[in-house]
């Protein structure tokens, strides 16, 4: 169930491309959903976008449960 604060919207993804993020979120200790907001926020940066809210998703765990 999404959080009321946040946007729910239907998206068409390729089936491999949407493995890949499955993997991806899995190997990050994410939910598939976590992991593109994550994945968005960070092409978003890297692009120079500025005054996001500070309320993204957690960075991935390393070996023994720290990030």
Same mark, same amino acid.
């Given at each position: 169930m999404a959080s009321p604060e946040k946007k729910a919207f239907l998206l068409r993804i390729d089936p491999a491309l949407w493995g /890949?993020? /499955?993997?991806l979120a899995a190997a990050e200790l994410r939910? +598939?959903?976590?992991?593109v907001e994550y994945l968005l926020r960070d092409a978003l940066k890297s692009? @120079?976008?500025? @005054?996001?809210?500070?309320? +993204?998703?957690s960075p991935p765990l390393g070996r023994g449960g720290k990030p």
């Open positions: /890949e993020i /499955e993997r939910s +598939s959903n976590a992991q692009r @120079g976008v500025r @005054g996001l809210p500070t309320h +993204s998703p």
